[in-house]
């Protein structure tokens, strides 16, 4: 089935995430949001893959996407973006080393998305944008250290907690053996987990 | 090292050349940036950044060496090194305002130039160019935190060893071996069999 996409709505959605971080002048934020295209990927689609010279910012309008990488010959979890989230190949963008891992539509996913030297030149172009910019970057650093915290310092339970407090509504949507590969257990260590918080429930 | 005479103006010299290391910055910027920068002298063995530390500050190192490490299941465990001319913040407080873990211990008599962060945000938001240099700070700062992560992951004892003498051989004879041993992840016998096969 066709579905119609209106990207002014969409742009509007992003505009609602970005007044989160910083407050942007109406025409800059016009110009920002002018610089986002539609992009459309089907469920399984690989839309990063390792070694990837794609330079672009994604913005999530609907759909799910999982970030992972393959160490031992397992696959390893790293995260998952749904609406309203950004991802971007950061390792590359940064490091400019080769990066690694895979992003993967897990559903059908409709995003918009943006070279990111066009960013860069609003960027250089206004101070507010510059700001916003350095606002998204600080909060994906922070969400990478508190990830390193968790890994580090809280038992399975406690990364499982947390887990379902603030990611509830991903946990319906992903195949359990990626759960478990995101929080570090093993899949019928995540099913102990789930059995215990149900009974604690009743 | 506080009766010792300090050029302050050639502190400031070496912050202002490792700032423009980032992005370019205009030079009357970049010297309001740095007059936000005191002198502070930490002797060795000094604890500067403890675990729930609350004072948001930035360091840059003119001299010296810090070590930065925590404490898991009872084992100490070396994260990093910053020597001269590097910076160093408490990131869990700044950019995710969590408590922070880790302590910033002095491994030498350090000098450093501090500035209270919220100065460094009022200019960052005064100025475009400063801006633009606070951005790139914080890109380098998750870069770096991300090439380690993937290091540890994805490289083998030896590869790891290999990148550290590439990188940061003048910290081999300058950081007790205990501590180079728990930041590549090995025991100290390990190490010692690493430096002797790479003779």
């Known amino acids: 089935m066709k579905i119609a ?17 910083a407050d942007i ?42 970030i992972y990488y393959q160490a031992e010959g397992k696959e390893i979890t790293s995260d998952f973006k749904e609406e309203n989230s950004f991802f971007t190949n950061g390792y590359t963008l940064f490091t400019k080393l080769p990066n690694i891992d895979y992003h993967v539509a897990l559903e059908d996913t409709v995003c918009l998305a943006a070279d990111y030297k066009s960013i860069e030149l609003l960027s250089s172009k206004y101070h507010e944008i510059e700001y916003l910019g350095r606002k998204i970057v600080e909060k994906y650093y922070a969400t990478f250290l508190i990830s390193n915290y968790n890994k580090l310092f809280l038992s399975a339970d406690e990364r ?25 257990v093993k899949p019928e260590t995540l099913s102990r987990l789930r059995a215990k918080q149900q009974s604690v429930k009743i | 090292m506080l009766n010792t005479f300090h050029d302050i103006d050639l502190y400031k010299g070496m912050l202002k050349k490792s700032l423009l290391y980032f992005t370019y910055v205009p030079e009357t910027e970049l010297n ?52 001269a ?34 100065k460094v945000e009022l200019l960052l938001s005064a100025y475009h160019s400063l801006e633009s240099m606070g951005r790139k700070i914080v ?61």
């Open chain 1, 5 to 21: 996409h209106d990207i002014e709505l969409y742009r509007n959605r992003l505009r609602n995430l970005i007044t989160y971080f």
């Open chain 1, 25 to 66: 002048p109406a025409f800059q934020m016009d110009e920002f949001l002018s610089v986002f295209a539609l992009e459309k990927y089907p469920k399984k689609s690989v839309i990063i893959p390792p070694s990837s010279e794609n330079n672009k910012l994604y913005f999530i309008i609907s759909g799910l996407v999982r």
């Open chain 1, 160 to 184: 499982y907690d947390v887990f379902i407090r603030e990611r509830a509504a991903v946990m319906n949507r992903v195949p359990l053996r990626h759960i478990a590969s995101h929080l570090g």
């Open chain 2, 32 to 83: 309001e940036f740095a007059d936000i920068f005191y002198l502070k002298f930490y002797p060795k063995n000094t604890d500067i950044i403890t675990p729930d530390n609350k004072e948001l500050k930035g360091y840059f190192v003119v001299s010296g060496l810090v070590r930065m490490h925590y404490t898991i299941n009872n084992n100490e465990i070396t994260s990093d090194f910053r020597d």
């Open chain 2, 85 to 118: 001319n590097s910076f160093f913040l408490n990131g869990y407080a700044i950019y995710a305002q969590q408590k922070n873990f880790d302590y910033f211990t002095t491994l030498e008599d350090t000098i450093c130039l501090v500035a209270d962060w919220d």
């Open chain 2, 139 to 199: 890109e380098w700062h998750y870069a770096e935190s991300m090439r380690v992560s993937y290091n540890i992951l994805f490289m083998n004892t030896e590869e790891r060893f290999k990148i550290f003498m590439n990188e940061r051989s003048g910290l081999m004879n300058r950081v007790p071996q205990k501590y180079i041993a728990s930041y590549l992840g090995v025991a100290p016998e390990t190490l010692s069999r690493l430096r002797s096969k790479i003779k």
